[in-house]
Each structure stands twice: as structure tokens, then as C-alpha cells.
């Protein structure tokens, strides 16, 4: 592993477009954040009747980065291959708006920022609990101020399409289509697991010290690399480490020789690890991760999913992949199913794929046509020209 | 759900597209809520909402057509009418249509009961299992017909439950349905002349149409 991360860049201090709302926002827990700051990028232009806007809902590590060079690592946004002039979210049509979630380490206010009553002293793990409908309330805020009374579609991956589930049934008449992609009404118990493991690594790391980290200026690299570690093993397929790594022990390696990275997938593995703890806050790891753990979209609607969704006129296209486990076809059928109980308008696609939860970020034709032509079916629907 | 390469329902939209559209759109008031099941690419769903206005959705088994209608901008969700339908609340839709794939589904009887449940009103096509030349194919040869219509073996023909115009007359007797409208149609789909006579449609119709309500 790499021992050399210690101390790493502070994603906060780089400038990230932001608005700032200095009323505040009351979370579900009860507590109110004295002052909410959004950070968010946009692509494309408004138009004059402000019905094209679209919100692109980032998953647990990902940002408002979407569709351009990211400022920190200098990687193309996590999904230029999906948004952008011509694409199937085509940026020359449609005006595309991503916030940083509330929790986040990309500008939006979270455990890394600094505390309202002591601008010296950052929030660390003080941070209060948030919920995906506060990371969605806040987002409401922000599209709020961009002028924009209702959203022409909403849509998002993984704990992204959370967030969709979470606007259609808080903001229905603020949500035209929603597109919820590789996800669930709920965290699973198998999946709150995986990520307890991640947390338990970041809270064994001498260096996470409580949560007071960033007072010694190091960072529980290790801890929150093999939280990634764990993380990306569940975002992929047993068939897709196979065709990438097989059994293939790395150049020179030898089984029974020292203790050290053997087969090439510990050394995959290993990087993304190491990679991810340069770009992202432990302390907002464990915030955003508590936030996915807590969702269950039909606890919240007396048990039933289908209340959620009661009456809705919103436009529904639920899109999973054969190969994923994290969030399986079954989970995006019975969301599918509680619409049909209420009546409402939805498709539904399995997408073939080997590549697992990720797959929603890669290159996959049948699910990029698939999106395409229903936001340009919404988009009659809705009189776009 | 998914077996290796699922057999597709005889379609009666795969002979003459138009023509046999036409035949159940012609049953569908303008402007209202339409459930097509097996709505396969959703062809009938895209003419429903250009030239009805009707707010028509679809339901299909097979992914790669369900793919291909979203892709089309279509409200398509891959489902399979012997388990999905029963997750709609009652009167959901105007119509419910069942287009040739009565014959292929587990539970047919089961099938309509929901259609009339969530839909004030089915429209059910199939192909005629009593057409002249399917019983000629038997009485003559003592073998399992082999028609246009009918042209995969008894063992891999997804086709499980045919019936004829005569059964399916006498299934809405008995489960209280009312026949709102009928009509027995050729292989190409052309309305038949002999419609106004059941036995006859029963001989000579490759296809047959209805429209049912729930009798009061």
C-alpha cells in the first residue's frame, strides 16, 4: 500500500462554484445547519421558458463534476460519456445542473467544512447526521435559486438514484421524468454491512484520531483506502475481475515468496485504494455512507412504497444491470412494481452486462440508447423543442 | 423469466403491421389510458399516441424489444403478464390489450380476469385454432397442424394454450364478460366478410378480435 499518503490536498480549498444560503436548513434529524452552502456546476443554457433543466445526482464518491475536467485529479468528469453537446443527456438541449450532496468533501457543506460558530474549527465527524431527502432538500434549494420552478428530469446512479426516488416523491410536481438507475427504495442489510466494514477501517486508523484528523494536518489514509478497497470489490462483477485479472500474478511475483502483492488484482485493487484517498474526506465518507444506510423510502410512506409515489404524474424509466449485486434487477423491480400500484407511468429496463454496479458509469450502448430515447420521449411530452 | 433464447408468441403484428393495427385501434376511444401487453417494440403504443392521443404504455417479456421501445421514447417496463398485472389497481386503465399472446401465456383465464380488473375494458387478439386448414392438417394427416400461422413443432412452440373463436365465445359466457365487439380477420389481417356469423368466422378467420366489458 501507499504509505507515502499522509498528508494530501485539501479538496475544499479548492474555489468550487457555490451558493451560499445563509437561512440555514433544517435536517430530518431535527438539528438546523445555521447556514447551507451548495457547491454545483452547470452545462448548457437554460432556455427561456426554464423547462429544459436537468439534475444529475452524484453517487456516494463521486461530484458536480460531471461532464468536464475534474480540478482535483485532472480526470474527465465521472460521466462525459453520458452528458455533454450530443450526448444522450445532449448539453446543447437540455441545461444540466450537479450539486455536491450535503455531507460531501466537493464544496457543499459537510464534515470538511469549516463550523459556523468557529470559522477556524471544521465540522470533522461534529458534522450533524444528513439524510438523502436533506442532501435532496438542499439540492431543492439550489435549483430554487437558479429560478427553476420544475426540473424536466432527475436522474442518477447508485446512491444518485436514491436522490431520484427521494425528489419524485418529495417534489412530485418539481419532477417532469425521473430516471433512476442501478439502485433501490432501500439500503439492504448486505449492503449497510459492506459499508460498515469500510467505516470500521477508517475508525482503526491511529491517523483517523476521533475524527480530529485534519487538527494534525494527516489523513486515515490507510483506513479509507481499504473502505474504497471493500467498496469497489461491490461495484464489480465476479466475471469481471475474472476477464480483468484472472488468477495473473504480477511480473516477478511469486506465490510462496515475501508477503506482498502477488496476483495483479491486489495491486488493482491497492491503487484504488490509494487513488481514491487523494481526492476524498474520510470524515465525509462516513457522513454520506450513514445517509445511504438510513434510506428506506417506504418507512418513511407508512410502510408502503407505493405512497411514496401516490398520485404521481412523473414519467418513470428505472434502468438495472444483469451483472450488479449491489443493487440487483430485483430491487429496481419492486420499485417498478410499487408504480404500477400507483398507477404511474413507467419503463423499465435489465440492461446484459458483466460489469457489475459499475456499469452505470461505463460504456454501455443498449443503456445509453435507452436513456436518449426516453428523455426525447419525455421531451415531446413535455412540448421541448 | 429469462430462459437462454425465450420463443416469441406468434405476433400478429409481425404479418401486416398496419392493417392489423389498425384492427385494434379501431376498438380505442381517442384520449385515454391503454395497456398494451406483449406491446413487443411498442408499435401499437407509438400509433395509439400519434394518430389517438391516448396516454398508452406497454408492458413486454422479451428485454431486447423492451430495450428497443425505450430507446423509441415508448413507456415500456419489461414485465410478464402472468405476474405483473396483478400489481395495478383496479380500473388503472380505459383498455387493456391483450394483442396475440393469449395462446402464450401460463394462466389465461387468470390473465383476462386481471385485464378486467385493472381496465374497464380488454381488447383480446388470437390466432383461430379452428380455422379450416389447422383442422384439415388433423383430420388428414393425424399430425399437429403446421400452418402460417401456426409454424413451430408442438415441442418448442411457446404457443401453450390455442383456442378457438368458438372457445373464446364460450369462455366470456362463462366468466360473465360481455362481447362488446368482434371480428374475425384473414392472414393478412383484412376485416372478413364473414363475420357476422361466428361458426363461419370460427372456419374461415386466421384471427379474431374482441372487445370485452364486465357485463352489469
Request: net charge neutral; aromatic share 12%.
Given at each position: 500500500m501507499d504509505d507515502g499518503v499522509k498528508q494530501v490536498p485539501n479538496p475544499q480549498a479548492i474555489a468550487h462554484q457555490h451558493v451560499v444560503f445563509e437561512d440555514g436548513l433544517t435536517l430530518d434529524s431535527g438539528v438546523t445547519l445555521p447556514r447551507l452552502v451548495v457547491a454545483y456546476r452547470t452545462y448548457g443554457r437554460l432556455d427561456a421558458a426554464r423547462g429544459n433543466a436537468i439534475l444529475v445526482c452524484h453517487a456516494l464518491t463521486g461530484d458536480q463534476y460531471v461532464a468536464e475536467q475534474h480540478p482535483l485529479t485532472g480526470k474527465p468528469g465521472w460521466w462525459e460519456m453520458l452528458v455533454g453537446p450530443g450526448k444522450p443527456v445532449d448539453t446543447?438541449?437540455?441545461?444540466?445542473?450537479?450539486?455536491?450532496?450535503?455531507?460531501?468533501?466537493?464544496?457543499?457543506?459537510?464534515?470538511?467544512?469549516?463550523?459556523?460558530?468557529?470559522?477556524?474549527?471544521?465540522?470533522?465527524?461534529?458534522?450533524?447526521?444528513?439524510?438523502?431527502?436533506?442532501?435532496?432538500?438542499?439540492?431543492?434549494?439550489?435549483?430554487?435559486?437558479?429560478?427553476?420552478?420544475?426540473?424536466?428530469?432527475?436522474?442518477?446512479?447508485?446512491?444518485?438514484?436514491?436522490?431520484?426516488?427521494?425528489?419524485?416523491?418529495?417534489?412530485?410536481?418539481?419532477?417532469?421524468?425521473?430516471?433512476?438507475?442501478?439502485?433501490?427504495?432501500?439500503?439492504?442489510?448486505?449492503?449497510?454491512?459492506?459499508?460498515?466494514?469500510?467505516?470500521?477501517?477508517?475508525?482503526?486508523?491511529?491517523?483517523?484520531?476521533?475524527?480530529?484528523?485534519?487538527?494534525?494536518?494527516?489523513?486515515?489514509?490507510?483506513?479509507?483506502?481499504?473502505?474504497?478497497?471493500?467498496?469497489?470489490?461491490?461495484?464489480?462483477?465476479?466475471?469481471?475481475?475474472?476477464?480483468?485479472?484472472?488468477?495473473?500474478?504480477?511480473?516477478?511475483?511469486?506465490?510462496?515468496?515475501?508477503?506482498?502483492?502477488?496476483?495483479?488484482?491486489?495491486?488493482?485493487?491497492?491503487?484504488?485504494?490509494?487513488?481514491?484517498?487523494?481526492?476524498?474526506?474520510?470524515?465525509?465518507?462516513?457522513?454520506?455512507?450513514?445517509?445511504?444506510?438510513?434510506?428506506?423510502?417506504?418507512?418513511?410512506?407508512?410502510?408502503?412504497?407505493?405512497?411514496?409515489?401516490?398520485?404521481?404524474?412523473?414519467?418513470?424509466?428505472?434502468?438495472?444491470?444483469?451483472?450488479?449485486?449491489?443493487?440487483?434487477?430485483?430491487?429496481?423491480?419492486?420499485?417498478?412494481?410499487?408504480?404500477?400500484?400507483?398507477?404511474?407511468?413507467?419503463?423499465?429496463?435489465?440492461?446484459?452486462?458483466?460489469?457489475?454496479h459499475d456499469a452505470f458509469l461505463l460504456d454501455e450502448p443498449d443503456f445509453h440508447r435507452t436513456l436518449r430515447g426516453f428523455l426525447d420521449g419525455c421531451a415531446q411530452h413535455a412540448g421541448l423543442s | 423469466m429469462t430462459t437462454a433464447e425465450p420463443l416469441a408468441p406468434v405476433r400478429l403484428l409481425a404479418k401486416n403491421l398496419r392493417v392489423d393495427l389498425e384492427l385494434i385501434a379501431g376498438m380505442i376511444a381517442p384520449r385515454t389510458r391503454v395497456l398494451d401487453i406483449g406491446c413487443g417494440e411498442g408499435a401499437l403504443i407509438a400509433h395509439l399516441f400519434h394518430t389517438k392521443a391516448c396516454d398508452a404504455r406497454g408492458i413486454e417479456i422479451d428485454m431486447k424489444l423492451v430495450t428497443q421501445a425505450v430507446a423509441h421514447g415508448l413507456p415500456v417496463m419489461q414485465g410478464d403478464a402472468d405476474s405483473d398485472l396483478a400489481h395495478y389497481p383496479d380500473g388503472a386503465f380505459d383498455y387493456v390489450v391483450l394483442s396475440r399472446a393469449l395462446q402464450a401465456v401460463g394462466r389465461p383465464r387468470e390473465v383476462l380476469r386481471q385485464m378486467l380488473r385493472i381496465g374497464a375494458r380488454a381488447v383480446v387478439s388470437f390466432p383461430n385454432f379452428g380455422h379450416w386448414r389447422v383442422r384439415w392438417q388433423l383430420l388428414a394427416r393425424g399430425r399437429m397442424p403446421m400452418t402460417s400461422t401456426w409454424d413451430r413443432m408442438w415441442y418448442e412452440t411457446p404457443n401453450i394454450h390455442p383456442c378457438t373463436i368458438r372457445d373464446f365465445f364460450e369462455l366470456c359466457h362463462r366468466e360473465g364478460y360481455a362481447v362488446e365487439r368482434w371480428l374475425a380477420a384473414d392472414d393478412s389481417g383484412r376485416r372478413a366478410p364473414w363475420r357476422r356469423a361466428p361458426w363461419l368466422a370460427n372456419l374461415f378467420g386466421e384471427q379474431a378480435v374482441f372487445l370485452l366489458g364486465v357485463q352489469r
Open positions: 446543447e438541449r437540455y441545461f444540466v445542473i450537479s450539486a455536491n450532496v450535503l455531507g460531501g468533501c466537493m464544496g457543499s457543506s459537510g464534515p470538511r467544512s469549516p463550523r459556523d460558530d468557529d470559522e477556524t474549527q471544521l465540522w470533522g465527524t461534529d458534522f450533524p447526521a444528513v439524510t438523502i431527502r436533506d442532501m435532496v432538500r438542499a439540492q431543492a434549494r439550489l435549483i430554487t435559486h437558479l429560478g427553476i420552478a420544475r426540473l424536466f428530469a432527475v436522474i442518477g446512479g447508485s446512491m444518485g438514484g436514491m436522490q431520484v426516488l427521494e425528489w419524485a416523491a418529495t417534489y412530485p410536481e418539481r419532477v417532469f421524468a425521473a430516471i433512476p438507475i442501478a439502485t433501490a427504495a432501500y439500503h439492504s442489510a448486505q449492503n449497510i454491512a459492506f459499508n460498515e466494514v469500510g467505516r470500521q477501517a477508517i475508525f482503526a486508523d491511529p491517523d483517523w484520531e476521533g475524527g480530529r484528523y485534519w487538527q494534525s494536518g494527516r489523513v486515515p489514509a490507510r483506513g479509507l483506502a481499504v473502505a474504497r478497497m471493500v467498496a469497489h470489490i461491490t461495484y464489480l462483477s465476479e466475471q469481471a475481475l475474472t476477464r480483468k485479472f484472472g488468477r495473473r500474478l504480477r511480473a516477478g511475483a511469486s506465490v510462496l515468496g515475501p508477503y506482498s502483492d502477488v496476483f495483479e488484482v491486489e495491486s488493482y485493487l491497492q491503487h484504488q485504494g490509494s487513488s481514491f484517498v487523494r481526492r476524498f474526506d474520510a470524515n465525509a465518507y462516513l457522513a454520506i455512507t450513514r445517509a445511504m444506510d438510513y434510506f428506506d423510502l417506504a418507512a418513511d410512506h407508512g410502510g408502503d412504497l407505493a405512497q411514496a409515489f401516490a398520485a404521481t404524474k412523473t414519467r418513470f424509466c428505472l434502468v438495472s444491470f444483469s451483472s450488479d449485486w449491489l443493487f440487483p434487477t430485483s430491487e429496481s423491480r419492486a420499485i417498478v412494481r410499487a408504480l404500477n400500484r400507483a398507477a404511474a407511468n413507467v419503463s423499465f429496463v435489465e440492461i446484459e452486462t458483466d460489469k457489475g | -
